[in-house]
Structure formats: C-alpha cells, structure tokens
Nanobody
C-alpha cells in the first residue's frame, strides 16, 4: 500500500501561482511513477501531469504545457506540481496518484490516490 497526502491548494487570482505537494509513505517511493489529475464539478477526472520513476520523463496535458511543472524529490518521498499563470478553468480538485508501472493518462490505471486538494482560480 502507498498512502498519499496532498497539500498546497487554495484560492488564487488569475495569473497567480500555487505549488501543490504530495507526500507518499508506505512503499519505496522511487518504484512508482507519480501523477497529478484534476476533477472539476460535473466533469470526469482528467490527467494533468506525470513523472517517471527515475524522474527522467515528464508528461503534460496540452492545456498546462508551459505553465505547470511536475517534479519529484525521492529523498523526501514527495512529488510537486508548480502551477503558474493560473486560469479560472484550472479550478478543480487536484489529486495525486501513484503507479508502479510507466505512466498512463487514464485514471483507472493508477493504483493509489490521495484525498485531493481544492484549487480555485478567481477571474
């Protein structure tokens, strides 16, 4: 089992920045690809970003490329999502996920999930 706890969400004005953190425990963190997903009210959970087990490969959905950056610190068992130039359409609950294989854009392929953190971007 892997336990994931997100933090760092909040209310920010359009154009602002937030950094989300996800602390992992329970298994060897470096054995897992890590991902961020988000879910807005009434919509399905969608892929945002992922990082490979060794941190050498990064993946983003098109709408966040150039604005969001995913990173990991295996010494701290933590994955981050730096979000810049935030837009109202980025408003959602953001979830951290872990997967012991290569990344996937499909939420159903991820084994472990955090409880989510709310990000609200005002216009």
């Amino acid at each position: 089992q892997v336990q994931l706890v997100e933090s760092g969400g909040g209310l920010v004005q359009a154009g602002g920045s937030l950094r989300l953190s996800c602390a992992a425990s329970g298994r060897t963190f470096s054995n897992y690809a890590m991902g961020w997903f988000r879910q807005a009210p009434g919509l399905e959970r969608e892929f945002v970003a992922a990082i490979s087990r060794n941190g050498g490969s990064l993946y983003y959905t098109d709408s966040v490329k150039g604005r969001f950056t995913i990173s990991r610190d295996d010494a701290k068992n933590t994955v981050y999502l730096q979000m810049n130039s935030l837009r109202p359409e980025d408003t959602a609950v953001y979830y951290c996920a872990a997967r012991p294989q290569i990344y996937s854009r499909m939420p159903e392929n991820w084994a472990y999930w955090g409880q989510g953190t709310q990000v609200t971007v005002s216009s």
